[in-house]
T-cell receptor, first 113, second 114 residues
Framework: EAGVAQSPRYKIIEKRQSVAFWCNPI?????LYWYQQILGQGPKLLIQ????????DSQLPKDRFSAERLKGVDSTLKIQPAKLEDSAVYLC???????????FGDGTRLSIL | AQSVTQLGSHVSVSEGALVLLRCNYS??????LFWYVQYPNQGLQLLLK??????LVKGINGFEAEFKKSETSFHLTKPSAHMSDAAEYFC????????????FGKGTKLSVKP
C-alpha cells in the first residue's frame, strides 16, 4: 500500500512569511496527525483529526498555526506569520483509527531565515 | 499525565555488540509503549509495541523490548548490532486503549562502529 505522502520535502522562508504543508494519508485511514519535531527532540503532537473533525489541538499555537482536513482525506497545515522558532521538521501520520499504530510520512523540513 | 525519559542522547557500539537503549516512562494510567526508529531525512517507523499480555515484545530487525512495570521501564535490546542499525530511536507512551496521543522521548542516536 502507498504510504503517507507529504510535500514539499524542504522549505526555506524568511520570518513573518507564510507557509503551507500538505499531507495525503494512507487510503482508508480515518485518523490524521500533525507533529512538530525540533532538532534534538522527539515529535510533539500539534493536532489530531478524526475524519474531518478535530480531536485534539491543545498544543497547536492557534495565533499562527492552522490546519484543516476537508472531506476527511488530505490535510494542510499553515503557519502565518512564521517565527524563527518554527524551524523544525513537520511530520504527518495516519492510522486506521485512533486505536491503531500510526504510519508516518517523511516530513517537511522547514528553515526560517 | 504521561512522560518518557530516554537515558543517553547518543550511544555508540561496535558491530556485533549488544545494543541496549534505555527508556523509562511515567503514566497515571496503564500504558501502551512503543519504540520507533528514524533514519536520516525519513519519518518514523514502528519497531515494536507493548499493549497488553506478554511483557517481552519482539519487533522487526531483531529488536526486542521488555515491559517492567515495577521499574517503569521499556528498554530496547538487540543481541548483535549491524551497521544498518545506525539511526535515531524514540520511545513513546500512550494511554491504554489508544495508540493516538503519543508522548515521545527526546531520542537516542545509535552509532555503530565497524
Amino acid at each position: 500500500e502507498a504510504g503517507v505522502a507529504q510535500s514539499p520535502r524542504y522549505k526555506i522562508i524568511e520570518k513573518r512569511q507564510s507557509v503551507a504543508f500538505w499531507c495525503n494519508p494512507i487510503s482508508g485511514h480515518a485518523t490524521l496527525y500533525w507533529y512538530q519535531q525540533i532538532l534534538g527532540q522527539g515529535p510533539k503532537l500539534l493536532i489530531q483529526f478524526q475524519n474531518n473533525g478535530v480531536v485534539d489541538d491543545s498544543q497547536l499555537p492557534k495565533d499562527r498555526f492552522s490546519a484543516e482536513r476537508l472531506k476527511g482525506v488530505d490535510s494542510t497545515l499553515k503557519i502565518q506569520p512564521a517565527k524563527l522558532e518554527d524551524s523544525a521538521v513537520y511530520l504527518c501520520a495516519s492510522s486506521l483509527d485512533g486505536y491503531q499504530p500510526q504510519h508516518f510520512g517523511d516530513g517537511t523540513r522547514l528553515s526560517i531565515l | 499525565a504521561q512522560s518518557v525519559t530516554q537515558l543517553g542522547s547518543h550511544v555508540s557500539v561496535s558491530e556485533g555488540a549488544l545494543v541496549l537503549l534505555r527508556c523509562n516512562y511515567s503514566s497515571s494510567v496503564p500504558p501502551y509503549l512503543f519504540w520507533y526508529v528514524q533514519y536520516p531525512n525519513q519519518g518514523l517507523q514502528l519497531l515494536l509495541k507493548y499493549t497488553t499480555g506478554a511483557t517481552l515484545v519482539k519487533g522487526i530487525n531483531g529488536f526486542e523490548a521488555e515491559f517492567k512495570k515495577s521499574e517503569t521501564s521499556f528498554h530496547l535490546t538487540k543481541p548483535s548490532a549491524h551497521m544498518s542499525d545506525a539511526a535515531e530511536y524514540f520511545c513513546a507512551v500512550s494511554g491504554q486503549g489508544s495508540q493516538g496521543n503519543l508522548i515521545f522521548g527526546k531520542g537516542t542516536k545509535l552509532s555503530v562502529k565497524p
